[in-house]
C-alpha cells in the first residue's frame, strides 16, 4: 500500500470512528459543547486531508 493510499485508510477510519460517535448520541443529549468537539475532529480530519 503506497504512503497516499495508507493516509486515505487511515482517515476513511477516523471519520467512521467520528460519526458513529455524532450517531451515537441523542439530539436531545447533544450539548454546545459536543457539537464544538465534533466541529474540532472534523476540522483536524480536513486538516490532514491537506
Do not use: N, W, Y
Not at 493516509?7 to 454546545?32: C, F, H, N, W, Y
Amino acid at each position: 500500500m503506497s504512503e497516499q493510499e495508507d493516509k486515505i485508510a487511515k482517515l476513511r477510519k477516523r471519520l467512521e470512528e467520528v460519526m458513529t460517535r455524532i450517531e451515537g448520541i441523542s439530539p436531545d443529549q447533544m450539548t454546545v459543547e459536543d457539537i464544538d468537539h465534533f466541529i474540532h475532529l472534523l476540522d483536524e480530519l480536513e486538516e490532514k486531508c491537506r
